[in-house]
């Protein structure tokens, strides 16, 4: 278990004893509150990528099973998850969210959760299979990039096998294009998973060139509080587009974050719900790993009501996906 002083204990004692009924060896490694609420110059907005893990965790992690990321922010875009995936280690993150919404996103019977790896699989084998995908919605996005299948990624919420990385819960494909060219505009009722765990007032029209968002629009707030953000950072990089793909899980409803954990300072970064509901469209900004660049700040968008296609055909349409498209 890596955990933080904001980790909820009773996630952390359910963790322990469903290790120990299983017969494993369990422990506990607390590291100091990491992302937006360290204490020192590297702020980031969570789910960015300068921050780092220290190395006698890391060394811990590496000599373990399996791991639980209860840390509020989680340590993804980071090159310490990398290394502790290539140890063969297998680790699961774990959001603060309410236990009765973690319970819902995830199968519990091994045939489900089976038919779940299998879906995901098959959607992420599309898209490794896609040259380009593109995206549009009636507010007024239309947006093309190269599939990079080499980036290409299941996430079906649990972890199976070793070296494997989930979100809890979380069913997604996502890859991180190249050659991103077109508009995102980002509308009233889409859902800002990261970093400001809320929804959306105003439309905000970005203005994306050669995989750099060049240009942010929009009449109300939403723009100018995205814009005036992310400009804070004076780092180019912070406007790189990261990755693209679309959410998968029935179970997960977008309004559900309306009702409950919307703080993420309580509940952490990853409520995997706001990212995976079905038919989203989830796109982001900053990290990418595969090319070592390591933003401070991560933008996670959940847009309703886009088409993506897929070489033409599309994977999800007005924000349902196709269902017998695979
Ligand atoms: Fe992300």
Redesign the pocket.
């Known amino acids: 278990m890596v955990t933080d002083v904001k980790s909820p204990r009773e996630y952390v004692g359910a963790g322990f004893a469903a290790a120990q009924d299983l017969g494993a060896d369990v422990f506990e490694v607390q590291v100091p509150e990491y992302g937006r609420n360290s204490v020192g110059p590297e702020i980031s907005t969570g ?1 960015g990528g300068t921050l780092r893990l220290p190395e006698g965790p890391v060394e811990a992690c590496k000599n373990a099973d399996m791991v639980f990321d209860f840390t509020l922010e989680g340590f ?2 980071v090159p310490e998850r990398t290394e502790i995936r290539d140890s063969g280690t297998r680790i699961l993150r774990v959001g603060a969210r309410e236990p009765f919404y973690l319970r819902r996103l995830m199968p519990w019977t091994e045939d489900e959760a089976q038919a779940v790896k299998e879906k995901v699989q098959k959607h992420s084998q599309l898209l490794a299979e896609t040259d380009e995908m593109r995206i549009t919605s009636d507010h007024g996005t239309d947006v093309t990039m190269q599939v990079e299948s080499d980036t290409a990624f299941d996430s079906y919420g649990f972890v199976d096998t070793p070296g494997k990385w989930d979100v809890w819960g979380q069913n997604m494909v ?1 890859n991180y294009p190249t050659n991103v060219e077109g508009t995102i505009v980002i509308a009233p009722g889409d859902y800002n ?2 970093p400001f765990a809320d929804y959306v007032n105003s439309a905000i029209e970005c203005v994306i060139e050669d995989n750099y968002i060049v240009e942010i629009n929009g009449e109300g707030g939403d723009a100018e509080l995205m814009r005036g953000h992310m400009e804070s950072y004076d780092d180019r990089d912070v406007f790189a587009t ?2 693209f793909g679309w959410g998968l899980n029935p179970h997960g409803k977008f309004y559900d974050m309306a009702l409950h954990d919307r703080k993420p300072d309580e509940t952490g970064v990853s409520a995997s719900e706001g ?1 995976v509901w079905s038919g989203n469209m ?1 796109w ?1 900004t ?2 990418n790993t595969h090319i070592d660049r390591y933003a401070p700040c ?3 968008i959940a847009q309703k009501g886009c088409t993506v296609y897929l070489d033409g055909t599309p994977v999800v349409e007005d924000g349902t996906v196709v269902e017998d498209i695979v």
């Open positions: 789910q993804i875009h996502s998973v990261v990261s990755h990212r989830l982001s900053g990290p991560h933008y996670d």
